[in-house]
């Protein structure tokens, strides 16, 4: 077996972030991903996303998009609509009951970032963030 120490590291620390994340968004009925893209339309709805945008911005297939649109949408938090000037896309816009969460999202997302970088001190803290940016601009 390859020596993968790094990736194995990033990947139980990404999924025991994602887990916990997933446990504290329980109450809200949505799902860390979910909860990333209902964020990102509320900033963004002004732009006139759509769903090739959600697709390139979360890295995923648009399948896999269109898939977890039609289930925000079904239980209310977003929809689409078709712009009188493109009948062949549809728009996404967040809903009263999406904005209704947005806050609860962010202190999660904030309370689940603080506790992956809590053992570390401010220096450490510091140097984590200049290797990840590192790492991220090499890939």
């Given at each position: 077996?390859?020596?993968?120490?790094?990736?194995?590291?990033?990947?139980s620390i990404?999924?025991?972030?994602?887990?916990t994340?997933?446990q504290?968004?329980?109450?809200?009925e949505?799902?860390?991903q979910?909860?990333?893209?209902?964020?990102?339309?509320?900033?963004?709805?002004?732009?006139?996303?759509?769903?090739?945008d959600?697709?390139?911005?979360?890295?995923?297939r648009?399948?896999?998009?269109?898939?977890?649109?039609?289930?925000?949408?079904k239980?209310?938090?977003?929809?689409?609509?078709?712009?009188k000037?493109?009948?062949?896309?549809?728009?996404?816009?967040?809903?009263?009951?999406?904005?209704k969460i947005?806050?609860?999202?962010n202190?999660?997302?904030?309370?689940?970032?603080?506790?992956l970088?809590?053992?570390?001190?401010?220096?450490?803290?510091?140097e984590f963030?200049?290797?990840?940016?590192?790492i991220?601009?090499?890939?």
């Open positions: 077996m390859a020596n993968t120490i790094y990736s194995n590291l990033f990947r990404s999924q025991k972030s994602m887990m994340s997933n504290m968004m329980k109450d809200l949505v799902n860390h979910q909860a990333r893209v209902i964020a990102y339309i509320a900033e963004n709805q002004d732009k006139g996303l759509i769903q090739k959600l697709a390139e911005v979360f890295n995923r648009g399948a896999s998009i269109t898939s977890m649109l039609q289930g925000l949408e239980k209310g938090y977003i929809e689409r609509r078709i712009p000037e493109n009948e062949r896309q549809k728009n996404i816009y967040i809903l009263p009951k999406g904005l947005i806050n609860q999202i202190q999660i997302f904030e309370a689940s970032e603080k506790k970088i809590e053992p570390l001190t401010e220096k450490e803290q510091a963030l200049r290797l990840l940016e590192k991220d601009d090499n890939l």
